[in-house]
């Protein structure tokens, strides 16, 4: 074997070990189309894409927007490249998708400029409804949850895939946005969720 | 004192879980979701079969029906050259993967998400699917370990990364990880880059999943 060879075997060797293990799934998904690679897939990262959905419209809507994203998966299976990373492009599909139907059914408005206009008391009293509504029906009070969905639409889907584990570059490729204009918006999210919390 | 980052991303976390229990329907939802995903993969496959038996039925008529040696000779030139050409499209489109060798996957999970797999277990999967039930992690006539193997945490994010001797990853779904843990089947201060045993029974499904006090050998 040439040096050359030798080299390029390493380093493909060390790419091989790098690969994450959605990552080795979906490359197998894509080369085989099998259920089993899309089922592991599937229960990796359904309960995330769906709470993350969910965070940004409302049940049903998510659900229908994770179907759909899943079957754009399927469809788009031989586009994933290997060097990219799974989940980033699972959100990405699912974020643009989400995007179509709000614009499409206008049930939900992408920029939810209203909520900015409201005062702190009144952000607060919309927090403390909803965590009596959440008491009423023999739930668990998540208060967090209701500090989040009052946040801008932008600012929680910013902050939202931070807390999943995005880097700032990630968010800003999944949301199509600057850097800069992403940490702005985490950092006006994360101000915004301190001061309503330490009100509570 | 304001609330750092580290109790915002707990507070995220939490929050995950209580929406979690809270809403009973999600469960159904995610089956349902999981389900539908699936069938629309198998319709997939379906189709495509379909459409290699349609070309290669043509191409038997068209033979039938040439009434001479250089129509044959054409008709057979012309599938070859199409068959090429798709050849190098296939090819080209899996090049990106192409590059990797990928290593088998061993999964588990819940037999109750996935009717579907239940069936199949003829196919030859890269990634091979090892299906629990409730009653199975619930079942102490089930619990006798057939054989244990080492293996090394590698990752934890609900689910559960660890790497065999053979270089092979064995992923556990948080579910079962949950169910393990409810039932006592997973001892020791378990972190990432520790060694552990993994207790199979004789179908390989994992009974149990234990810090190794001292190296095991692979």
């Known amino acids: 074997m040439s040096i050359g060879a030798s080299l390029q075997s390493l380093i493909q060797g060390k790419r091989t070990t790098a690969l994450g293990v959605s990552e080795r799934l979906m490359l ?65 599909i699912a974020r643009r998708t989400l995007i179509d139907e709000c614009r499409k059914n206008s049930k939900i408005e992408y920029n939810s ?31 967090f949850k209701a500090c989040m969905q009052l946040l801008p639409y932008k600012q929680k889907e910013a902050l939202s895939l931070q807390f999943e584990g995005f880097t700032v570059e990630q968010i800003a490729n999944i949301c199509s946005a600057e850097k800069e204009t992403v940490k702005t918006r985490i950092r006006y999210a994360k101000d915004a969720l301190r001061t309503m919390l330490e009100k509570l | 004192m304001s609330i750092t980052d580290k109790e915002l991303q707990e507070a995220f976390r939490r929050s995950q879980q209580v929406q979690k229990q809270n809403d009973i329907m999600a469960e159904q939802v995610n089956s349902k979701l999981r389900a539908a995903v699936l069938a629309h993969n198998n319709g997939i496959a379906k189709s495509s079969a379909t459409e290699r038996a349609f070309t290669s039925a043509t191409s038997h008529i068209r033979a039938y029906f040439a009434s001479s040696t250089l129509r044959l000779t054409a008709v057979a030139f012309s599938l070859v050259a199409m068959l090429g050409v798709y050849h190098i499209g296939l090819r080209h489109e899996y090049n990106p993967g192409a590059a990797h060798q990928i290593d088998i996957v061993h999964y588990h999970g819940f037999v109750g998400e996935d009717k579907l797999l239940a069936n199949k277990t003829g ?13 199975y992690i619930e079942s102490n006539l089930v619990a006798r370990a057939v054989s244990l193997e080492p293996a090394t945490l590698k990752a934890q994010d609900g689910y559960w990364l660890l790497v065999n001797c053979s270089n092979q990853q064995v992923v556990v779904s948080e579910n079962l990880i949950a169910s393990l843990n409810t039932h006592g089947r997973i001892e020791g201060d378990i972190d990432i880059g520790t060694r552990v045993a993994l207790a199979f029974d004789a179908q390989g499904r994992i009974l149990a999943i234990k810090q190794s006090a001292k190296a095991l050998m692979c």
């Open chain 1, 113 to 143: 400029e209203a909520v900015e206009a409201l005062s702190l008391s009144e952000q607060l009293k919309h927090v403390q409804i909803s965590v009596e509504n959440d008491v009423a029906k023999g739930l668990e009070k998540d208060a």
């Open chain 2, 123 to 135: 196919y030859d999967y890269n990634a091979r699917f090892n299906a629990y039930t409730q009653q």
């Open chain 1, 28 to 92: 197998q998904y894509g080369k085989k189309g099998d259920d089993a690679s899309l089922a592991a897939l599937f229960d990796l990262h359904s309960n995330k894409l769906f709470y993350f959905l969910r965070m940004l419209s409302d049940s049903t809507m998510a659900e229908d927007v994770c179907q759909r994203t899943w079957i754009k998966v399927i469809e788009r299976r031989h586009l994933f490249k290997s060097g990219e990373n799974f989940q980033a492009w699972l959100f990405t």
